[in-house]
Nanobody
Framework: QVQLVESGGGLVQAGDSLRLSCAAS????????MGWFRQAPGKEREFVAA????????YYADSVKGRFTISRDNAKNTVYLQMNSLKPEDTAVYYC????????????????????WGQGTQVTVSS
């Protein structure tokens, strides 16, 4: 199986930036689509961003579009989430996920599309 480890979370002020990293190990990492999800206390885990295995297609939740950027470096087995202009409502545990490539935004934004998950990294944004 694929193992995923997130890092880069922390406590920041509104308007600041963070870059999350997801280090992957296991089989055929480069052939997997990768996604970022987040979950705040009392809420369901929600889609944030996703990227195809080639890196040529990306998808974003409306709430983060224009502020967050997902990227991947298959040679380094790493996926990134650059988060700019952070808001208090971005506060959550952020999870990295890996799954087989599919078609369209409806696939990439669904939790069910992903087979492997990291343990999460906490992002807290103060006012």
């Amino acid at each position: 199986q694929v193992q995923l480890v997130e890092s880069g979370g922390g406590l920041v002020q509104a308007g600041d930036s963070l870059r999350l990293s997801c280090a992957a190990s296991g089989r055929t990492f480069s052939s997997y689509a990768m996604g970022w999800f987040r979950q705040a206390p009392g809420k369901e885990r929600e889609f944030v961003a996703a990227i195809s295995w080639t890196g040529r297609s990306t998808y974003y939740a409306d709430s983060v579009k224009g502020r967050f950027t997902i990227s991947r470096d298959n040679a380094k087995n790493t996926v990134y989430l650059q988060m700019n202009s952070l808001k208090p409502e971005d506060t959550a545990v952020y999870y990295c996920a890996a799954g087989r490539p599919g078609g369209g935004s409806s696939y990439y934004t669904a939790r069910e599309s992903y087979d492997y998950w990291g343990q999460g990294t906490q992002v807290t944004v103060s006012s």
